[in-house]
């Protein structure tokens, strides 16, 4: 069936340092989008990405999607402790409604 | 405000004994779903509906029971619940996926922590 990898499950860094996460789908995904949930919190939605090769950045946060629309990353540049949480991304493909979830990755950051 | 409400936020129950969480969204969404959440599994489809009267399921349906008799609500059932159903549950709605062939940002509920012992 149709999956969506995450990788790490876990990252520890200092504060200041950078971070990303990767997802991977095996078939091409129509758009992803990426959450953020706290500890003890509720997902939230951070961005969407559509188009194949297409980059969006939110202040430190920069979002990747894949030319080919299989693979997607985030990276944070010079995290703060009010980063720490997990992070997912989430896949629809075309023709579907159904939205695949990674299985995040929870970010400690250490002040 | 806009938003999406569960309850129970928490409930202990023991297995066989029917429950139902309730889900409610005040955005006038057509799409709604429920997911459960576990360590290291991240979030799992169970249903999702995309309009009134609409129903599909998503990736672990079994034992559970949707309904979508008014835009707003979309209440998850356990007939009978067993103790693998112990999670964290989610509902989420978010704007037709239908009309648009696209995607839109999903807004999250609280969450209800379910214990089946």
């Known amino acids: 069936g149709q999956q969506v990898m995450q990788i790490p499950q876990y990252q520890h860094v200092q504060e200041g340092e950078d971070f990303t996460t990767y997802c991977n789908s095996s078939t091409t995904l129509s758009n992803i989008q990426w959450y953020k949930q706290r500890p003890g919190g509720h997902p939230v939605f951070l961005i969407q990405?559509?188009?194949?090769?297409e980059v969006k950045k939110q202040k430190r946060l920069t979002f990747q999607f894949g030319e080919a629309k299989k693979n997607s990353s985030l990276h944070i540049t010079a995290t703060q402790t009010t980063d720490v949480g997990t992070y997912f991304c989430a896949g629809s493909y075309t023709g579907g409604f159904k939205t695949i979830f990674g299985a995040g990755t929870r970010l400690f950051v250490k002040a | 405000e806009a938003q999406v409400t569960q309850n129970p936020r928490y409930l202990i129950t023991v297995t066989g004994k029917k429950l139902t969480v309730t889900c409610s969204q005040n955005m006038n969404h057509e799409y709604m779903s429920w997911y459960r959440q576990d360590p290291g599994l991240g979030l799992r489809q169970i249903y999702y509906?995309?309009?009134?009267?609409?129903?599909d399921k998503g990736d672990v349906p079994e034992g559970y029971k949707v309904s979508r008799k008014e835009k707003r609500n979309f209440p998850l059932i356990l007939e009978s619940p067993s103790p693998n159903q112990t999670s964290l549950y989610f509902c989420?709605?978010?704007?037709?996926?239908?009309?648009?062939?696209?995607?839109?940002?999903?807004?999250f509920g609280p969450g209800t922590r379910l214990t089946v012992t």
């Open positions: 989420a709605s978010s704007l037709s996926v239908v009309t648009s062939g696209s995607s839109y940002e999903q807004y």
């Open positions: 509906s995309m309009n009134v009267e609409v129903t």
């Open positions: 990405l559509v188009k194949s090769g």
